[in-house]
């Protein structure tokens, strides 16, 4: 089954905020708070590592004043 993860990023200076959400069939996902990591480039690589496989992944950053999600990224791209 391709379950596709939703990661919902905060991004500040010093560090990132991470939140992820799993599309699940007929259902709406969970959204869980992964904690924070530093503004890095090692963290977020770690960070994907860690969410498994690319082709699942769809990346957004939350907009300033503003509730919706905009994608950013998603693999392949």
């Known amino acids: ?3 596709v ?3 919902g990023l905060d ?3 010093e560090t990132i ?3 992820v959400a799993v599309a699940v069939a007929e259902q709406d996902g969970e959204v869980r708070s992964l904690g924070v990591i530093p503004n ?3 963290s977020v690589r770690k960070l994907v590592r860690k969410l ?3 082709e699942q992944l769809r990346f ?3 907009q300033p004043n503003n509730s919706r999600v905009q ?3 998603s693999f392949p791209p």
């Open 5 to 7: 993860r939703f990661v």
């Open 40 to 42: 890095r480039e090692d």
């Open 11 to 13: 991004v500040h200076a």
């Open 60 to 62: 957004g950053e939350g």
């Open 71 to 73: 994608c950013v990224s």
């Open 17 to 19: 905020a991470v939140a």
């Open 52 to 54: 498994g496989p690319v």
């Open 1 to 3: 089954m391709n379950r």
